[in-house]
């Protein structure tokens, strides 16, 4: 039989690859600098190959060491979940669970729900991260993620999906602007009305261009904002119109604004918000057990959970600010 690397050599070799500094690995692993160096040099004798360039003062991987890294993580992933099947079957969404929320959510719905979530649950220990949706799939594939929170359509390739809901669109203006008053709000009526979207890098962004429609908008390009609080600031003093989320208008994002919200009115105008994991995790049934508790904070259910489609708003009553 051949010889094979263990768990705790692969974790040191991560941790080393994070972190590019033996001391620095050794200090987060909790053993000495010698113990953790020793470990991946056996690693590297099961592999043989040289996995660590250690020509130079700054710690690098070798090529060899660089797709060994990426095997690594998914199989610590699949480890973790290995684990998670002792869970106790009477004990649901129990235990330690890595959430990654993307920033046009988390600050919205989060508040809202997870009081009910801790009141359910008391025995779940969620850990929670926010990052944008390219970032936040990365983590969960090399298993620093247990489950995320993110907004389709986006690619998601080889992930388990489960919908909360749609969240639909709304056209936000400053309250003297002529569609303010407007019962809705069509593409038509928008013209070439200064676009005020969020940064490059924000799933929020493409979905939002997708509701508009090619050449009915005029994006500001030297204006874009990094969150949707600044991106709401921005429309209250005067310097262009937005499409907001529902999810965030009802966490109170226009919130001590003088702007005016209304329905827009266009079946591209919305985006499915569900959470995502890796497939065949133990854990699938908690994390659907999750979604069906968020989804009460969310809205209805879309219709597909493979194609995510928009569909036209049902009756949808919105507080304006004032």
Not at 100 to 121: D, K, N
Not at 163 to 173: A, I, K, T, W
Not at 193 to 208: A, K, S, T
């Amino acid at each position: 039989m051949p010889a094979l690397p263990t768990i705790r050599q692969m974790q040191y070799f991560v941790a080393l690859a994070e972190h590019r500094s033996f001391s620095r690995a050794a200090e987060i692993c909790h053993v000495t600098q010698s113990t953790l160096s020793a470990a991946i040099r056996a690693f590297e004798d099961v592999m043989e190959a040289d996995l660590v360039d250690r020509s130079s003062r700054v710690v690098a991987l070798t090529a060899a060491g660089e797709a060994v890294l990426q095997r690594v993580r998914g199989i610590l992933a699949d480890t973790e979940a290995l684990v998670g099947l002792a869970r106790p079957a009477g004990a649901p969404l129990s235990g330690k669970m890595r959430l990654g929320v993307i920033p046009s959510i988390a600050p919205f719905l989060l508040p809202r729900a997870l009081p009910s979530l801790r009141e359910a649950y008391p025995a779940l220990k969620l850990h929670l991260r926010e990052d944008l949706t390219r970032g936040l799939i990365e983590d969960l594939r090399e298993g620093r993620l247990d489950v995320i929170l993110i907004a389709f359509p986006y690619a998601a390739d080889n992930l388990e999906i489960e919908p909360l809901g749609e969240d639909r669109f709304f056209f936000v203006s400053a309250r003297e602007h002529p569609l303010a008053q407007r019962g809705a709000v069509r593409p038509a009526d928008l013209g070439d009305e200064p676009l005020l979207l969020l940064e490059d890098g924000h799933c929020l962004r493409q979905h939002v261009l997708s509701a508009v429609g090619d050449g009915v908008l005029r994006e500001q390009q030297d204006i874009r904002a990094s969150s949707l609080t600044t991106l709401v600031q921005m429309v209250d003093n005067g310097l262009g119109v937005t499409l907001l989320p529902k999810v965030a208008i009802e966490g109170g994002v226009t919130a001590g604004t003088d702007l005016s919200i209304v329905p827009y009115d266009d079946p591209r105008a919305a985006r499915t918000l569900a959470l995502a994991w890796r497939r065949r995790s133990s854990r699938s049934e908690e994390f659907r057990a999750l979604a069906r508790h968020l989804s009460g904070f969310v809205g209805p259910h879309a219709s597909s959970a493979a194609q995510f489609p928009a569909r036209r708003p049902a009756a949808v009553t919105v507080a304006r600010a004032s």
